[in-house]
Nanobody, 122 residues
Framework: QVQLVESGGGLVQPGGSLRLSCAAS???????IGWFRQAPGKEREAVSV????????YYADSVKGRFTISRDNAKNTVYLQMNSLKAEDTGVYYC????????????????WGQGTQVTVSS
């Protein structure tokens, strides 16, 4: 069983930055970790994913060049650095764990955190 806890959300102005953290309760080296976003009235979508071992990554087109995902396996923690934030980045951000190389669909994920709210507004 893997427990995931997100932190780092908050209110930020457009153009600002936030860093989200996803701390895992147990060894997750064999799991890919994904960050998903759910805006009000919309489907939960993958924002970024990092693979289990080789560090390969996926980014949604909407965040390429602005968001960076990284993982610290020694700390069982995955980070999402979000820069140049826009109003459309607003939503609840979830981290999730899945077996496999680079899963990007939410139904591929076995474990989910409780989510952290990100609001981008002036």
């Amino acid at each position: 069983q893997v427990q995931l806890v997100e932190s780092g959300g908050g209110l930020v102005q457009p153009g600002g930055s936030l860093r989200l953290s996803c701390a895992a309760s147990s060894f997750t080296l064999d799991y890919a970790i994904g960050w998903f976003r759910q805006a009000p009235g919309k489907e939960r979508e993958a924002v970024s994913v990092i693979s289990s071992r080789d560090g390969s990554t996926y980014y949604a087109d909407s965040v390429k060049g602005r968001f960076t995902i990284s993982r610290d396996n020694a700390k069982n923690t995955v980070y999402l650095q979000m820069n140049s934030l826009k109003a459309e980045d607003t939503g609840v951000y979830y981290c999730a764990a899945a077996p496999g190389l680079l899963p990007i669909f939410k139904n591929e994920y076995d474990y989910w955190g409780q989510g952290t709210q990100v609001t981008v507004s002036s």
